[in-house]
């Protein structure tokens, strides 16, 4: 199941990696205020993030416990040598038995915004859940403000399905999610052919 790495044309999602912290901290810095309202804080007393050491070390935990899939989105540019980290995707809360269900997450860096990055990462990310794991619904959560969010959703067919007042811990409060779903039987081709072949 873990590791893998998944691509489409020019972009490749790939585990994340200790020695990426380079990279990821140079885009989440630039994209700092891009992605504070969205950004998870902690409201335990005295909670904070992760570094990212700990965060590369939870994340590869709940993948070797199957639980997660934690991707960095990586491009291909004709004038680099290697693919450069332009964003993150992590699948999550995988549920195996009678469930068969994961919720997806991401984020992008903003000078690559608007270029279908986001979508086609999600295409990948699920085709891979639904096809090669078997499981058969994917979940996203997205705050009821963040616009580029919702077209990625929209764009893909994602179903909405309600409103969770108050779901997650957002940019230091409680914030509602819009609640969005898909399930294998939704899309029996793919959900990536489907995208390419609507764009």
């Known amino acids: 199941m873990w590791p893998v790495t998944l691509e489409c044309g020019d972009l490749v999602l790939r585990p994340i990696r200790r020695r990426d912290k380079s990279a990821w901290t140079e885009v989440r810095g630039r994209n700092a205020a891009w992605l504070a309202p969205w950004e998870a804080s902690n409201p335990s007393p005295g909670g904070g993030l992760p570094t990212f050491g700990g965060m590369v070390r939870a994340l590869n ?5 199957a639980t997660a899939l934690p991707f960095v989105i990586t491009e291909r540019i004709p004038t680099e040598a290697k693919p450069r980290l332009v964003g993150q995707l992590t699948v999550s809360s995988i549920v195996w038995g009678s469930a068969m269900m994961a919720t997806l997450g991401y984020w992008v860096d903003q000078d690559r915004a608007g270029r279908g ?12 859940c639904f096809r090669t794991l078997g499981l058969h619904r994917m979940e996203i959560n997205i705050r009821p403000e963040n616009a580029p969010s919702l077209r990625v959703v929209e ?5 909405h399905e309600c409103r969770r007042p108050r779901f997650l811990h957002i940019n230091g409060a ?16 793919g959900l990536l052919d489907r995208w390419l072949r609507n764009r």
């Not at 935990?61 to 416990?65: H, I, K, P, V």
Request: net charge negative; aromatic share 8%.
């Open 117 to 128: 990055i986001a979508p086609t990462a999600v295409a990948m990310a699920t085709d891979h």
């Open 174 to 189: 409680w914030a509602d999610h819009e609640s969005f779903a898909l399930t294998a039987e939704e899309v029996p081709g």
């Open 155 to 159: 764009k893909l067919g994602f179903r």
């Open 61 to 65: 935990e709940q993948a070797r416990a």
